[in-house]
């Protein structure tokens, strides 16, 4: 059975299923990309690793801890629409191709980075009014990436068709975008008990090992979380699609 698109729109349980068989059937064969999304999040710290700074919050401060900031968001910007390419094809049962992907993550990385600007700002200026607002702008340009990646659409245009996807269904998303972000909370918490655990077994281990054991456990809770959020999107992403009238048709 096709996973995406699908066949009709569907009910809140409906989405979640596909979103748990998308990444079940997808996850071996994205893992190289959400590993690689997490190590690319993490930059950061392995600069203040490199540099003898403590292992604290990243803030950039001078030209190369910025390039670092930068590369780091452009890199895991750039595996996320990886990310979704690959599941869509799974989805399919089309073929999946890492040369096909990459070439159009590289094709569509300038403007996915103008879509996440002005996304960051329109979130951000929601916050500064009031916080409800800003979550709402959250939710509702929930799809503009898999609508940018996925439908070749522009910054612009893939805000506007995110915020007509969101008309009539900003509750029932923003329900299943909880769902989805709790069970990913529960999974990092029996991520860090794990981590927990292996700590009280290294207790005579130098810093240098608990260091590198925690950066296993987080390197591998991203690897999975990062395609199961990836699932999530391109399964709403699809189900929106299925149940609202085209944009271009309305206009």
């Known amino acids: 059975m096709q996973l995406y698109p699908p066949a009709r729109a569907q009910s809140i349980p409906e989405v979640l299923d596909t979103a748990f068989k998308l990444f079940s059937i997808s996850l071996l064969k994205v893992l190289p990309y959400g590993m690689l999304g997490t190590l690319a999040g993490q930059l950061g710290n392995i600069y203040n690793l490199a540099t003898g700074r403590p292992l ?15 590369a780091s968001i452009v890199l895991s910007l ?20 890492t040369q096909a992907e ?3 993550v590289v094709r569509r990385l300038p403007a996915l980075l103008g879509l996440i600007v002005l996304q960051t700002i329109a979130v951000a200026a929601g916050l500064v009014v009031l916080v409800v607002p800003g979550v709402y702008i959250g939710i509702a340009l929930l799809v503009t990436v898999p609508a940018l990646v996925l439908e070749n659409q522009g910054p612009i245009e893939a ?3 995110s915020l007509h996807l969101m008309k009539g269904n900003w509750w ?6 909880l769902v989805s972000l709790v069970i990913v909370l529960v999974f990092y918490i029996l991520g860090g008990i794990f981590a927990g655990i292996v700590a009280q077994f290294e207790r005579g281990a130098d810093i240098a090992v608990l260091t590198a054991t925690s950066t296993v456990v987080i390197i591998s809770l991203g690897a999975v979380s990062t395609p199961f959020f990836a699932a999530m999107t391109l399964a709403i992403f ?5 149940r609202v009238a085209p944009l271009a048709v309305i206009a």
């Open 56 to 70: 604290q919050r990243f803030l950039p401060r001078d030209p190369t801890s910025w390039l670092v900031f930068c």
């Open 159 to 161: 805000m506007k068709l």
């Open 78 to 97: 750039a595996l996320w629409a990886a990310v979704l390419l690959r599941q869509r094809a799974i989805a399919q049962g089309a073929p999946v191709s």
């Open 172 to 177: 029932r998303t923003f329900a299943i975008f």
């Open 238 to 242: 699809g189900d929106l699609k299925a």
């Open 102 to 104: 990459l070439t159009t």
